[in-house]
C-alpha cells in the first residue's frame, strides 16, 4: 500500500514563525503536492513538484516556499507565518504511469496549523 | 482554477438509502475520478473513469460518466454509517500541459442518518 506521511497531524505556532511542514511518500512517485484547505474554499493547490529540485507554483503560492531535496520528501515552508494561514494542510503524490500522465492521488493525513 | 462542481454541497439520508451525488465541469477531460474524505482526514481514492467509458462499479459504488453533458454521478447503494464523509470529484484535462495536474472541486457532504 502506498503510504504518504506527514510530519505533524496538529501545529500550533505564533505570528511570524517560521513553520517547516514535512511530507514523505514511500512509492517512488515522480508527482507531490501541497494544498490547503479551508471551509468553503475545498482543496486548493499552493505547489506541486514533479521532479527532485523541481517546482511549479500552483493557485495560491504567496506565502509559501517549497523544497524537493529527495525523491520521496516534499517540505512546505512558511516563511514567516501569518493567521490566515491558519488551515488544514494536506500532501499528495502520484506517479505519471506509463503514459505520462498522472492520475489518482494518494493523500497524507493532513496537518492542522492553527498561527496565533 | 477549479474545474469540478459537486452538487448538491450537502446531502443527509436515512441509513440503507442510495446516496447520489453530481459533479459537472468545463473543459475536455482525460479522466474523472472521485474521492472520499472523513472528517479532519486525508482523501482517499475511490474510483477512476475514464474519458471513453461510461459506467464503472466498484463494491457498493457506481459512477456514470457524460462527456456530452460534461457531468458524472456517484451513486452508492444501500447507506452505512461509516460513509458519512465529504466526497470530491477530480478532473484531469484532456490536454497533457508541462503542469499536468488533477483539479478538485469543492465537495458534497454526506450524511448517514442511523
Known amino acids: 500500500d502506498v503510504k504518504v506521511t506527514q510530519s505533524s497531524r496538529y501545529l500550533v505556532k505564533r505570528t511570524g514563525e517560521k513553520v517547516f511542514l514535512e511530507c514523505v511518500q514511500d512509492?517512488?512517485?515522480?508527482?507531490m503536492f501541497w494544498y490547503r484547505q479551508d471551509p468553503g474554499l475545498g482543496l486548493r493547490l499552493i505547489y506541486f513538484?514533479?521532479?527532485?529540485?523541481?517546482?511549479e507554483k500552483g493557485d495560491i503560492p504567496e506565502g509559501y516556499s517549497v523544497s524537493r531535496e529527495k525523491k520521496e520528501r516534499f517540505s512546505l515552508i512558511l516563511e514567516s507565518a501569518s493567521t490566515n494561514q491558519t488551515s488544514m494542510y494536506l500532501c499528495?503524490?502520484?506517479?505519471?504511469?506509463?503514459?505520462?500522465?498522472?492520475?489518482?492521488?494518494?493523500f497524507g493525513p493532513g496537518t492542522r496549523l492553527t498561527v496565533t | 482554477s477549479q474545474q469540478g462542481e459537486e452538487d448538491p454541497q450537502a446531502l443527509s439520508i436515512q441509513e440503507g438509502e442510495n446516496a447520489t451525488m453530481n459533479c459537472s465541469y468545463k473543459t475536455s477531460i482525460n479522466n474523472l475520478q472521485w474521492y472520499r474524505q472523513n472528517s479532519g482526514r486525508g482523501l482517499v481514492h475511490l474510483i477512476l473513469?475514464?474519458?471513453?467509458?461510461r459506467e464503472k462499479h466498484s463494491g457498493r459504488l457506481r459512477v456514470t460518466l457524460d462527456t456530452s453533458k460534461k457531468s458524472s454521478s456517484l451513486l452508492i447503494t444501500a447507506s452505512r454509517a461509516a460513509d458519512t464523509a465529504s466526497y470530491f470529484c477530480a478532473t484531469l484535462p484532456a490536454l497533457m500541459n508541462r503542469d499536468d495536474k488533477i483539479i478538485f472541486g469543492k465537495g458534497t457532504r454526506l450524511h448517514i442518518l442511523p
Open positions: 513538484s514533479y521532479d527532485v529540485k523541481m517546482k
Open positions: 499528495a503524490s502520484n506517479s505519471q504511469g506509463t503514459s505520462g500522465r498522472a492520475y489518482e492521488q494518494y
Open positions: 473513469i475514464r474519458s471513453n467509458e
Open positions: 512509492m517512488d512517485h515522480e508527482n
